[in-house]
Nanobody, 122 residues
Framework: QVQLVESGGGLVQAGDSLRLSCAASGRTFNTYAVGWFRQAPGTEREFVAVIRWSGGPTSYAASVKGRFTISRDNAKNTVYLQMNSLKPEDTAVYYC???????????????WGQGTQVTVSS
């Protein structure tokens, strides 16, 4: 099992930036991809971005493409989500997840962090 801990959330204004971190520990050698998802109150959890653990391809939801960047530092076992030009509709709890497939479907990810709140005021 992989343990994931997110950090970096907070309250910002529209147009500001935040960088979320996802620190992984445990059986990381089984991890093929790490994804970021978010969930706003009353909505389903939605895909934000995904990266292969070994590096290489990345994929983004249309709503964040061009504003968010996912990256990883394997030496630190950490995946980042750089969020620029934040909008009020980006407000949500953000979760990172580790899985064995490079996909955007939440149900395929077996390990999840506890989430970090991002609030963007207008």
């Amino acid at each position: 099992q992989v343990q994931l801990v997110e950090s970096g959330g907070g309250l910002v204004q529209a147009g500001d930036s935040l960088r979320l971190s996802c620190a992984a520990s445990g059986r990381t050698f089984n991890t093929y991809a790490v994804g970021w998802f978010r969930q706003a109150p009353g909505t389903e959890r939605e895909f934000v971005a995904v990266i292969r653990w070994s590096g290489g391809p990345t994929s983004y939801a249309a709503s964040v493409k061009g504003r968010f960047t996912i990256s990883r530092d394997n030496a630190k076992n950490t995946v980042y989500l750089q969020m620029n030009s934040l909008k009020p509709e980006d407000t949500a709890v953000y979760y990172c997840a580790a899985g064995t497939q490079y996909v955007s479907t939440a149900s395929t990810f077996g390990s999840w962090g506890q989430g970090t709140q991002v609030t963007v005021s207008s």
